[in-house]
C-alpha cells in the first residue's frame, strides 16, 4: 500500500495539474510515481524538469536507461527497474543488456565503465578516488559526459527514494530484482 495520496489531473490544481497534463502527453498516461510527487509541486517541477534536461543531454537514451536500470536494483526500487526496464526496451536495449545492467555489468567496455562508475557513486555515496574517474575516461568519456553521468546518478536516487519511501504501486510490467553483491 502506498503511504501517500496519488493525485491525478482531475483532482490536481494549479502548477501540479498544469504539469500532470504535460506527462500526460508525452507518454500518454500519468505514471504513479508522477501522481506521488504531484502532492509538491515543487518537487514535480523538479523531478519533471530534470527528466526533460537530461533528456537533451549528450548521453544515448539506451546507456540512460542502463544506468537507471543499475541503480534501481541497487536501491531495491521495483517501480525505477520495471519503468527503466520498459523504457530501455524503448531504447533498443535487448533483454539481455538490462538483466546484465542489473548487476552493473555490460559486454560492451564503455558501457561497463559507465555502469561501474554509477554504481560505486552510489555505494561510496560520491566520496570517488581519482581511479574512479580515470577509468571512465580511458573508457571514452570526457567532462561533459562525467558530469552527465553523476547528475542522471542523482536523478534516479530522488526517483528510487520516492517511489521505495512511498511504496508507489508499481504500474509497469514487474521485473525481478538481482541485486548484486
Not at 23 to 41: K, L, R, W, Y
Not at 76 to 84: G, K, S, T
Request: contains cysteine.
Amino acid at each position: 500500500m502506498n503511504r501517500i495520496n496519488l493525485i491525478t489531473s482531475a483532482t490536481a490544481s494549479g502548477a501540479s495539474k498544469d504539469l500532470l497534463d504535460q506527462i500526460q502527453g508525452a507518454f500518454g498516461t500519468v505514471p504513479a510515481m508522477f501522481q506521488a510527487v504531484a502532492n509538491s509541486p515543487v518537487a514535480l517541477q523538479s523531478m519533471w524538469g530534470s527528466f526533460g534536461a537530461l533528456a537533451a543531454g549528450r548521453l544515448p537514451a539506451k546507456l540512460k536507461e542502463q544506468l537507471a536500470v543499475a541503480i534501481a536494483d541497487r536501491n531495491e526500487c521495483e517501480y525505477c527497474l520495471a519503468a527503466h526496464t520498459a523504457l530501455g526496451r524503448k531504447a533498443g536495449a535487448s533483454v539481455q543488456e538490462l538483466s546484465e545492467a542489473q548487476t552493473g555489468r555490460s559486454g560492451d567496455p564503455q558501457t561497463a565503465a559507465a555502469l561501474q562508475f554509477a554504481l560505486t557513486l552510489v555505494e561510496r555515496r560520491a566520496q570517488l578516488d581519482d581511479a574512479d574517474f580515470a577509468a571512465l575516461r580511458r573508457a571514452g568519456f570526457d567532462e561533459e559526459e562525467i558530469v552527465e553521468i553523476i547528475a542522471h546518478v542523482a536523478l534516479n536516487l530522488f526517483t528510487n527514494y520516492v517511489n521505495v519511501a512511498l511504496r508507489v504501486p508499481v504500474d509497469f510490467p514487474a521485473v525481478k530484482l538481482r541485486k548484486s553483491a
